[in-house]
């Protein structure tokens, strides 16, 4: 279904904020409260919109992250969907470029990581896979903080965690009644959690529903000593919706979400054109086979 522009409000608002009041999202586009309850459920029921908790990867001991490039022959889609099917394999995808897929692989460490990549590469049809570690997430649009505070996560907080995962607007009523605890105890920990960057609750959608019809992925090399302003120029792109500092082939990785061919041409020759910008390389997602932001 195609979302109408208070439609598109609704979801900035809660990708955002995925447990803002009905009343607030009220204020945001004009109508009633109840007019809004009725399009976020529409929107929820017909699978359009998700929103979910989306827990910091420290939380779940991912501590070793890579971009993958994976050179196939035969059918891209028959291997994306393969690759898909390993559950630490968050996001899969059919590109233009050199490679025919890219994927992200995420482990607890550099040898879990090796492991991942091995077991792909053992895919039948898939000739090479390319790494690229992550070093330092600069950007995500869905992720929580990039630093998490100190805190503490008993087993309440992994039950409560579990279920933001399933349902970012889970009642803290129902929440309540599985742990045992009250509704204002699970209020507190959610808040905390939330507040110390253990978990976002965010709304996801697929990008062409909210206009942004072209996902763009791009590699690029850095010169120059002043490596930082750079990357803080590329940051503050609307249209870039994620930026990792890597190791390897590229010196950063990137997601551009823009709404036409035009704006991809125009940001792609914004980047190219930061002082210190060696070199960019990029490549179209044409399918994105699996998302999961669980492993976020």
Not at 11 to 37: F, H, W
Not at 48 to 59: A, D, E, M, Q, Y
Not at 250 to 268: F, M, N, R, Y
């Amino acid at each position: 279904m195609n979302l109408d522009d208070i439609d598109t409000r609704l979801y900035e608002e809660l990708q955002r904020d995925g447990r803002a009041t009905m009343e607030e999202l009220a204020k945001v586009v004009g109508l009633s409260r109840i007019a809004v309850r009725s399009r976020v459920s529409r929107l929820i029921d017909s699978g359009t919109l998700r929103i979910v908790g989306i827990v910091h990867p420290s939380i779940q001991q991912l501590r070793a992250f890579a971009h993958l490039s994976i050179t196939v022959t035969g059918s891209a889609s028959s291997v994306g969907h393969v690759v898909a099917e390993m559950e630490t394999v968050p996001l899969v995808s059919v590109v233009t470029g050199r490679a025919a897929l890219v994927a992200e692989a995420r482990a607890t460490n550099t040898s879990a990581l090796r492991e991942v990549i091995n077991a792909i590469s053992a895919v039948d049809d898939v000739v090479h896979v390319e790494s690229t570690l992550y070093t330092q997430r600069i950007k995500d649009v869905y992720a929580p903080p990039i630093v998490v505070q100190p805190t503490e996560i008993d087993d309440v907080d992994r039950q409560i965690l579990e279920a933001l995962k399933n349902d970012g607007r889970v009642s803290y009523a129902e929440i309540a009644r599985a742990t045992h605890f009250s509704a204002s105890a699970i209020r507190g920990r959610v808040h905390h959690l939330m507040n110390h960057g253990v978990v976002r609750i965010s709304a996801l959608v697929t990008p062409g529903m909210v206009g942004l019809q072209h996902m763009c992925g791009f590699g690029l090399r850095v010169r120059g000593h002043d490596e930082q302003s750079t990357i803080a120029a590329i940051t503050a792109m609307n249209s870039v919706s994620y930026l990792s500092l890597t190791l390897g082939r590229w010196d950063a990785i990137g997601t551009l979400l823009v709404k036409s061919q035009i704006e991809l041409v125009a940001e792609l020759d914004r980047i190219r054109c930061l002082d210190g910008i060696e070199a960019l390389e990029s490549w179209t997602h044409l399918d994105v086979i699996k998302v999961d932001h669980s492993l976020s």
